[in-house]
Every structure is written in C-alpha cells, then in structure tokens.
C-alpha cells in the first residue's frame, strides 16, 4: 500500500505477544480511495487474537501543512534523570528497549512520593536503546503506548496498568534522538483510567 504523510490508527489490545512468537498479520482494504484508504490489520498468534489496528491511510498532494501544538517547556534529555523503575525488567520486556529521562512528575519508584498529581501530567523523554535505530512511526507508536507509566503519578500511587487500547495520529515526522512523552491523565474510574 502506498507510504503514508499522515495517518490516524486505533488499535485495540487484546492479548500479549512475547519475542520469539511467530504472528500472522491478516490485512484487510475495505476502501482504497484516491488518496485515502481505510484499512484493518488482524494479528493472531495461532488462533489467539493479540491485536486489532484499524487505521486511514494516504496523504492529498498539495494539501496546507500547519501545526498549533506547542512544546512544553522541560529541561534537555541530558539534564533529566534517568527514569528509576520499582520493578525488575526482563530482557524481554519493550520497556528495556528504551532509554527514559524524567522531564516532569513521577515515575517507578517515585510515584508514590507527594500525593495525588495536580494536573495528571507526566513527562518522559524517551529514546531507542540501539543508537542505529530511526524513530519512525512504529518506534512513536511504541513510545505513544508508555502512558500506564504516569497513572502512578496521576492517582499519588504505585500503580500502573495494561493498554486496551490507543488511537495515535501521525502528522509529518521529523528526525530526532528523542521524544518527549507528554503523558496526560484525565480520569480513573471503575477500574479503568483514560488518558
């Protein structure tokens, strides 16, 4: 399919893949228009079901380019301390792929220290671990799943918690070493927490 500018996906977590696993990736294009396609992506192990991506694709030639987001004001990666777990990463875990950098709030074993968060806000500056490694799309999808990681300093608690699920949309990517995590809690209710 043709590479996409800009693409919003959601994905719907349902069951856990570990490194090793082999995975059958079932591609569906319902719609394969002009210049966007809705497509759905199945991936199985066996018979087991671990995720389900829907997502748009494409990009309009010509289209206007414009950004109203602006950066938070944080300290560089460098002058941000190395984000200090309160549990043991296996060799196998996603989170010891990366390299983290607390640039505001609470993380692993500091999440309990101070209450409940003002504002739910937490800030990582994340980095791959392999120093060849591009950040592209999967690497930000990867990066956009790390919020369970502020629920502890959202709620004032050693907690955490599994992705159901994650919409993520891709504007236009620029190279960088790092990305700034910007975790926003909004609410925890009945078990569950959004953010």
């Known amino acids: 399919h043709r590479a996409s500018a800009s693409a919003p996906a959601a994905a719907q977590y349902l069951s856990y893949a570990r490194p090793g696993q082999t995975l059958t990736l079932d591609v569906l294009v319902p719609v394969n228009g002009k210049y966007t396609s809705q497509a759905r992506v199945v991936v199985r192990d066996g018979d087991n079901e671990i995720l389900?991506?829907?997502a748009a694709l494409g990009a309009?030639?010509?289209a206007p380019?414009?950004?109203w987001a602006v950066m938070p004001d944080v300290p560089a990666p460098e002058a941000c301390p190395v984000m200090d777990y309160n549990w043991v990463r296996r060799p196998d875990d996603l989170n010891a792929s990366f390299h983290k950098r607390v640039a505001a709030g609470r993380f692993g074993?500091?999440?309990a220290e101070g209450g409940p968060s003002p504002d739910g806000v937490a800030r990582l500056w994340v980095?791959?671990?392999d120093p060849e490694a591009t950040i592209d799309r999967i690497a930000?999808?990867?990066?956009?799943d790390f919020l369970p990681s502020g629920i502890g300093n959202a709620l004032g608690t050693a907690a955490g918690g599994n992705s159901l699920d994650n919409t993520i949309r891709f504007a236009r990517i620029?190279?960088?070493k790092w990305v700034l995590a910007d975790i926003r809690i909004?609410?925890?209710s009945q078990g569950f927490v959004h953010g």
């Open 60 to 62: 309009r030639p010509d």
């Open 52 to 54: 389900t991506v829907n």
């Open 174 to 176: 620029v190279p960088t």
């Open 109 to 111: 074993a500091a999440q």
């Open 65 to 67: 380019e414009a950004q």
């Open 186 to 188: 909004h609410a925890a």
């Open 140 to 144: 930000l999808a990867v990066m956009a």
């Open 127 to 129: 980095q791959p671990q």
